[in-house]
């Protein structure tokens, strides 16, 4: 090899390593914006929307459960499951938030609704008065 | 024709007057509610001895029965005895026991639950060895686990042959009401599975769930406290309660609280007459 091809590849090299360098750069520059873009889009009006639903559902299945306990109608999952949804919102599954709350919240109503149906004492009809 | 209106207003007091007495004559008294659920029993039953009751599920399972006899020849709960005997006689921090609440102890477990008039509630055997420590400026014990299932069994030891015998005081309309509710509570569908206590232990005794007999409700307190091989020691009634109450997927209530006390007044009234035989050991 002549001196002139040793030094165009060097040459080379240092233009691939220069550019490498430069790419490596621009990728370490461009993940802290991409993590910025993300939390941008968790703040975006979508996001917080859902976030907002998910309160909501939440709020809703917790005055349906006091509604039933307040007629001894609680069932026995009904808190659990209105804290799994508040620990789903909490880790940004709001999907899974809003499910597990809407399911409490119909918990509660059917809880109180059986309650209030029992309100009135009914002997059974095997029982013979 | 002058007074008619009047004879008239008078007719229809008398009617509505006949009509409440006999409404109240309707009403089921504690003693026909008895009647009719023993007689529940003795025709899902007919060939079981009344008092085989107090055996549990074992009065109407052989199969079962086989097992728990083998078991109560080295009983699961001795050790519990021994150590709540221990605690009934050690002296309190103020040098004073048990026996300085409870006279007549230690067998009293047949004169509970009864209705507390000064109170105004029904009293059970827990509430009053805590109220008792209280008293002596000791904490009290938790209702479900621990200790003080260790004095209850050495109490339940020393009452075995006593007979069940709640009374309903006529002289405070409390006391029935109290009976009431808890009478209530028993027929009372909760629960995401909509069940009723009655459900089970009156309507299906005999009938199984999944590889378990469900028990008649005839009998269901004499044995208490309880070593189940489920649990892997000795607990209360009022826990039994809970876990009855979560199995139908219900909120359970606070144990010692006024629904389940209520609730063993009621139960305990049902089983009256029936021989005390605790601590017991079940499944």
Redesign the interface.
């Known amino acids: 090899m002549n001196m002139k091809k040793m030094t165009a590849m060097l040459c080379l090299g240092a233009i691939v390593a220069i550019a490498g360098q430069s790419v490596f750069a621009a990728e370490k520059q461009a993940a802290p914006k991409a993590e910025a873009a993300d939390k941008a889009a968790a703040k975006s009006p979508e996001s917080s929307g859902d976030n907002a639903a998910a309160e909501a559902a939440i709020a809703a299945a917790e005055s349906a459960r006091k509604k039933a306990?307040s007629v001894?109608?609680?069932?026995?999952?009904?808190?659990k499951m209105i804290k799994k949804a508040q620990a789903a919102l909490k880790a940004g599954d709001s999907a899974k938030a809003i499910k597990l709350a809407k399911k409490a919240e119909k918990?509660g109503k059917?809880g109180y609704e059986?309650?209030q149906a029992?309100q009135t004492?009914?002997?059974?009809s095997?029982?013979?008065? | 024709m002058k007074n008619l209106p009047g004879k008239l207003l008078l007719l229809s007091v008398v009617a509505a007057i006949a009509a409440t007495a006999q409404a109240a004559s309707e009403q089921?008294t504690p003693e026909?509610d008895k009647e009719?659920?023993e007689?529940?029993f003795k025709e899902r039953f007919p060939d079981v001895a009344r008092e085989e009751f107090a055996n549990g599920v074992y009065a109407i399972d052989p199969i079962g029965r086989e097992s728990w006899e083998a078991i109560e020849e080295f009983p699961p709960y001795e050790l519990f005895i021994d150590d709540g005997k221990e605690m009934w006689d050690a002296p309190f921090a103020n040098g004073k026991t048990y026996k300085d609440c409870f006279a007549d102890g230690p067998g009293i477990a047949h004169k509970y639950p009864h209705w507390d008039k000064e109170q105004g509630m029904v009293m059970t055997l827990p509430l009053a060895l805590n109220q008792c420590r209280e008293s002596q400026g000791e904490k009290p014990l938790k209702y479900k686990k621990g200790s003080i299932n260790n004095i209850l069994s050495y109490i339940a030891m020393e009452s075995r042959g006593e007979v069940t015998n709640v009374v309903i005081p006529e002289d405070d309309p409390r006391a029935l009401d109290a009976y009431e509710k808890g009478?209530?509570f028993y027929?009372?569908?909760?629960?995401?599975l909509?069940f009723a206590c009655?459900a089970c232990h009156?309507?299906n005794p005999g009938m199984k769930i999944r590889s378990d007999m469900l028990s008649p409700a005839l009998g269901q307190t004499t044995h208490f406290p309880v070593y189940r091989s489920k649990w892997g020691t000795i607990g209360t009634l009022h826990r039994r309660f809970t876990g009855c109450?979560?199995q139908v997927?219900?909120?359970?209530?606070k144990a010692q609280g006024e629904?389940y006390r209520n609730l063993e007044y009621f139960l305990t009234y049902m089983s009256n007459g029936l021989t005390l035989n605790g601590p017991g050991a079940r499944k």
């Open positions: 306990a001894d109608g609680e069932w026995r999952d009904t808190g918990q059917l059986q309650a029992q004492l009914k002997m059974p095997y029982l013979k008065y | 089921p026909r009719v659920f007689n529940r009478k209530k027929y009372t569908r909760r629960g995401q909509n009655a009156v309507q109450n979560k997927r219900a909120k359970p209530f629904e």
